[in-house]
């Protein structure tokens, strides 16, 4: 900021001219202490809202809802309700005879698709929660096939297939197939099938599926239902006409 002195008052008295030069660096000082505490003020202002503004932040994810957890849903007995009826497929029981599904007609069924080397449910279950239904049942487990199907023929031979059910029961039956027969008879059970690292096929189905008395897939068991609630449903099926 500059002052211009006007020319007529060259001539004015010293004392005059002093003051009026004094006048001229107070009004500069006062302009450059303005500037210098706006710049301040402005500096203050920008961090004052950078600071509410985190605040009002932090209170808003303080404040904010938890995420609600992902439903879960317990496993139940799931009822078909256009019953299908599989595929009659030639097949092999464990005193390696012909078989078929239709050999258990007259009689609820129940199946599960597992594989003697695998490790995962329903393989490991399958057979515990068969005898475990068996038993809930008592005498009317006469009315009700057990049934487990092997799902690779080489791994799962008659031979292996009867040597391990009799681990459990021997009443229990154990049937597998020519692969070709197998994936036809997996597919129509909406079964999907791989062969793991050594070449077996394994299923991956974590079901139990009904059959009833007209050999119709009445029922998806999910994997988990307590066996004396499965028994309850054969028990139903069985009283229905």
Excluded: W
């Amino acid at each position: 900021m500059r002052v211009r002195v006007s020319a007529h008052l060259e001539d004015a008295p010293r004392s005059t001219r002093y003051a009026l030069r004094n006048t001229h660096y107070a009004i500069r000082n006062t302009y450059f202490v303005f500037r210098i505490a706006y710049f301040v003020f402005r500096i203050v202002r920008r961090a004052a809202c950078g600071a509410a503004f985190m605040v009002a932040g932090a209170l808003l994810f303080a404040c904010a809802p938890a995420e609600a957890p992902e439903p879960t849903f317990a496993p139940r007995a799931i009822r078909v309700e256009y019953p299908i009826i599989p595929p009659d497929v030639p097949m092999l029981d464990q005193d390696g005879q012909p078989a078929a599904l239709s050999r258990f007609r007259g009689r609820i069924t129940l199946i599960f698709f597992g594989n003697i080397r695998c490790r995962e449910s329903p393989c490991v279950d399958g057979l515990p929660q068969f005898l475990a239904i068996k038993q809930a049942l008592g005498a009317r487990s006469a009315e009700v096939a057990f049934v487990m199907v092997g799902t690779d023929r080489a791994a799962d031979s008659p031979e292996a297939l009867k040597q391990h059910l009799a681990r459990y029961d021997p009443a229990f039956v154990g049937l597998t197939a020519e692969r070709s027969a197998m994936r036809q008879l997996a597919v129509r059970f909406g079964i999907h099938t791989s062969e793991d690292e050594t070449g077996v096929l394994v299923p991956h189905a974590p079901f139990i599926y009904l059959l009833d008395r007209q050999g119709r897939l009445l029922y998806f068991i999910q994997d988990g239902v307590p066996a004396a609630e499965i028994a309850a449903v054969v028990q139903r099926v069985l009283d229905e006409p």
